[in-house]
């Protein structure tokens, strides 16, 4: 997320006028990279009654941008709230996070507003339990439009297996980490954060949930390619909005095409593959390519590369 809140002025306008979104993930100990799922953008005039913003969620994405509107139906909106849902659809939440618009009020009258930059998570698990993984999660206060110290007291509502550390609290980036490990196995539950604010005592509260594979392990059920005409052989960024579906024609300009697949599972999340080259310009161009496939229920990191098994 770029921002963690929205700051209206006087006029009516606001800063920033727009919002990006962007999707990553984290497997274990390995470092986050991109992924591509659907989001959920929704507003609220009341922070009661959220309204979805329509032709968001009907594709995948790794990033998003949002304009904000100063009102919906005549009213002025309050809070914005962003939602990443698992590839293909809107039912399996992933992660969550509500942007404030905050300003001035009357003198006297400015309200507090704190906000979880994360306020949901769902961790990563195998048949029974959680693979060790972790995320984090900052605490920002606002009186009116101005972000002031906050501290992040006792936290509850830990599981075996799941551990919460606090850092750098009594600040401007107050925060805490939440790390679960293999004796986890509770599937979802809810963290009762306390956090002081010039001190005033507000309640928030995380939740989390676990995806498990089933005892089985994991069917593929569908592999997407992707493609890109580039000119350069540099491994380009999977958030390049240019990669389509479709095989592009490479040229003397872009001389090459480059490849990735996103690999669909019967449960939990989908795997990406690293871009490669498939082809290369000379005298003429690729077309009709036939991606070939196996099936496995090892980690894509275990698949070979020299399999020619048409996916069934």
Not at 25 to 39: A, E, H, L, V
Not at 262 to 288: C, F, H, M, R, W
């Amino acid at each position: 997320m770029s921002h963690a809140a929205i700051s209206k002025a006087a006029d009516g306008t606001y800063n920033p006028g727009a919002i990006t979104l962007l999707a990553k993930r984290s497997q274990g100990t390995k470092s986050p990279t991109n992924y591509s799922g659907r989001f959920k953008i929704e507003t609220t005039t009341d922070n009661n009654t959220w309204t979805e913003v329509s032709g968001v969620s009907s594709t995948d994405r790794n990033n998003y941008t949002y304009t904000i509107p100063q009102k919906v139906n005549d009213v002025d909106i309050v809070a914005v709230r962003c939602s990443l849902y698992l590839a293909g659809g809107t039912t399996t939440l992933l992660d969550q996070q509500t942007i404030p618009i905050v300003s001035d009020g009357a003198d006297g009258a400015d309200a507090y507003t704190v906000i979880l930059t994360n306020e949901s998570h769902t961790f990563a698990g195998g048949t029974s339990a959680a693979l060790e993984a972790n995320t984090e999660c900052s605490v920002i206060a606002y009186k009116g439009s101005t972000q002031v110290y906050a501290s992040i007291g006792t936290i509850t509502g830990q599981p075996t297996g799941m551990y919460t550390t606090i850092y750098d609290n009594y600040g401007l980036n107050s925060r805490f980490r939440v790390l679960v490990t293999p004796e986890m196995t509770e599937k979802s539950g809810t963290l009762t954060i306390p956090i002081t604010v010039d001190g005033k005592i507000f309640t928030k509260q995380f939740t989390y949930s676990l995806a498990l594979t089933g005892s089985k392990g994991r069917g593929i059920t569908s592999v997407v390619n992707m493609y890109l005409a580039s000119s350069s052989s540099i491994v380009p960024d999977k958030s390049d909005p240019d990669w389509t579906e479709t095989v592009q024609t490479i040229d003397a300009t872009k001389k090459y095409l480059w490849n990735y697949e996103i690999i669909y599972y019967d449960s939990g999340l989908p795997d990406e593959t690293n871009p490669v080259i498939i082809g290369v310009y000379k005298a003429g161009q690729i077309s009709n390519l036939k991606p070939l496939y196996f099936k496995t229920r090892t980690s894509p990191d275990d698949v070979p590369v020299d399999y020619d098994f048409p996916f069934p």
